[in-house]
């Protein structure tokens, strides 16, 4: 995350931009800058290992996000696969994830046959999109499990809007104050405003070159450039 607190961002941000009296204005629109740039990259400052929700026995649904099992902020999404740990850690399986954009009561064939024919080790899961919990997930598993469980679970949280005493989780404080900067000229209609949000634009494009790729996570198979050019 970054080093300076919200408020101290807007400051500078509206300083730069000659009007410290859109205060509250501004604040409402770096905040749903932040959720934008949260939604629009897998940044790895919300990326999540959730270790240990538990899956119990004779359950087949498991809720995660928005307060439910540990994660108090709303869950973006979940990658696959999920880890299944017996509840000793002796051993554990890849549940493969199966993503349905589908309200939470969309569950499919799976779940109405009897528990008694559909008893077993879970072995893949469908993730279903809450439907009363905003930024809720319903992990959905092909069996009702035969016995207790443990599940770690590696997703993507939204985070939450931070306090002015707080710091954003955005990784570059300049990135943030010229995105205040922006999005005030654009509120106050000046004649560069365009200018300025592709300014913005272009110095997220670069943090994540800098902040964004972290070594192990990513797939791009990177080459030397003293031999490749």
Known sequence: MGAQTLQTLIDEGLL???????????????????????????????????????????????????????????????????????????????????????VGNST??????????????????????????????DMVFDKVADQAYLLQVSLDIMPADPADAAAPWYPNDRTMVQAVNALARKYMRADDWRDEMELAASMVLDDRMKYGIVPGKNDVLALDSRTYR
């Open 108 to 137: 499919g064939n799976d779940v109405v046959i009897p528990a008694a024919q559909n008893s077993g080790r879970p072995s893949y899961c469908r993730v279903l999109y809450s439907a009363t919990v905003d930024g809720r997930w």
């Open 16 to 102: 730069e931009a000659g009007n410290s009296a859109i205060e509250t204005r501004a604040k409402f629109l770096f905040k749903q800058w932040l959720r934008s740039q949260a939604a629009g990259f897998r940044w790895p400052q919300i990326h999540r290992e959730i270790a240990a929700v538990p899956l119990g026995s004779s359950v087949q649904r498991v809720s995660i996000g928005a307060g439910a099992n540990g994660v108090a902020e709303r869950v973006q999404l979940i990658d696959d696969p999920i880890k299944l740990y017996k509840t000793d850690g002796s051993a554990y399986a890849d549940v493969r994830v199966q993503t349905q954009w589908a």
